[in-house]
């Protein structure tokens, strides 16, 4: 689990974190939030973290949806957050 936000500036000025309650938004000026990824319940009780919308993967199934987010929050963060990549059109 993350213990802080990091929010990564781009070239144009713009932000791009992986979103959570610690840190108001608000306080940046316009807030435009879009979905990064989808944890679901998958078949036989399990879960899995969907992040076709930034262009990746199924990840799973897991056992716990806290795995799932678990898994979830660190693809983004390794694949979306620090590279840079923008959502597939």
Not at 11 to 17: I, V
Not at 18 to 40: A, C, K, M, T, W
Request: glycine share 10%; hydrophobic share 35%.
């Amino acid at each position: 689990m993350r213990c802080s936000t990091e929010i990564v500036v781009g070239r144009q000025g713009e932000l791009r974190m992986i979103y959570d309650e610690s840190f108001n938004l608000q306080q940046l000026g316009h807030v435009h939030i879009e979905r990064g990824s989808h944890v679901e319940p998958a078949m036989n009780g399990k879960w899995t973290a969907d992040l076709s919308p930034v262009g990746g993967p199924v990840l799973g199934p897991f056992a716990l949806r806290s795995e799932a987010i678990e898994a979830e929050i660190e693809w983004l963060h390794c694949h979306w957050l620090l590279t840079g990549s923008d959502s597939p059109p």
